[in-house]
């Protein structure tokens, strides 16, 4: 099975509430963590990352949240807008974090959760 | 828009049919990305350049075969493809090959065989 899942496959909520999206992983060894969001019609969008040396990371309305005892992965979205309405997956390197040179290979996906804005 | 472009948005063919999926970046990057992207599956990736040189072919069955000529376009090269092979073909570039480079995606081919 794959190493990354997500708890929810749609996540409801109200326009201007709090959105929290979860991610479970497997590998003990993944020191690097992606949530991406993806939108109809378009690519993925790179939202923010996290390193296994950080618990917080915080960005614009969004804050990235690491628990590496129980292998979690979460996502905040503060005051949710209608344009946050997309698919959000998360990834995890498959090893140790390659600064240079590697592969993309080392990058696992999950399947997403789809956030649904209630006006 | 993200600097990547493919073409075309969408392609519906036959099994027996040949046909090419372009992408192109605008960023300056020397690497590329090919994934297949399902319905309620994960991400997958197909082919890795970097620099122009293959880097990594994700067990991929032979009726795909990518083309990178320059550090700016790549191709998929698409023959006796089938129905399963149906999904979101999206294209993406990165500095450089690696998990800690921000990849941009381009915003997909949705490719039908029928």
């Known amino acids: 099975g794959e190493s990354v899942g997500l708890h929810l496959p749609t996540l409801s909520v109200q326009e201007g509430d709090n959105s929290i999206i979860n991610c479970a992983y497997s590998?003990?060894?993944?020191?690097?963590f992606i949530w991406y969001k993806q939108e109809s019609g378009k690519g993925p969008q790179f939202i923010i990352d996290i390193r296994s040396n950080m618990d917080k990371r915080q960005g614009q309305r969004v804050t990235v949240l690491l628990n590496k005892t129980v292998k979690h992965l979460s996502l905040q979205i503060a005051a949710t807008q209608p344009g946050d309405s997309a698919v959000y997956f998360c990834a995890e390197n498959k090893g140790p974090a390659m600064y240079s040179g590697g592969g993309a290979d080392g990058l696992t996906f999950g399947k997403g959760t789809h956030l649904i804005i209630q006006p | 828009e993200t600097g990547v472009t493919q073409t075309p948005r969408h392609l519906v063919m036959g099994m027996t049919n040949k046909k090419s999926l372009k992408c192109e970046q605008h960023l300056g990057h020397n690497a590329m990305y090919w994934y297949k992207q399902s319905a309620k599956k994960p991400l997958e990736l197909m082919f890795v350049?970097?620099?122009?040189?293959?880097?990594e072919n994700n067990s991929v069955p032979s009726r795909f075969s990518p083309e990178c000529p320059n550090s700016s376009h790549l191709f998929l090269h698409l023959h006796t493809l089938q129905p399963e092979d149906s999904a979101l073909y999206l294209c993406?570039?990165?500095?450089?090959?690696?998990?800690?480079?921000?990849?941009?995606f381009g915003p997909g081919t949705r490719l039908t065989v029928t």
């Open positions: 350049y970097n620099f122009k040189e293959q880097t």
């Open positions: 993406a570039s990165s500095q450089e090959a690696g998990p800690t480079y921000e990849q941009y």
């Open positions: 590998n003990s060894a993944s020191d690097y």
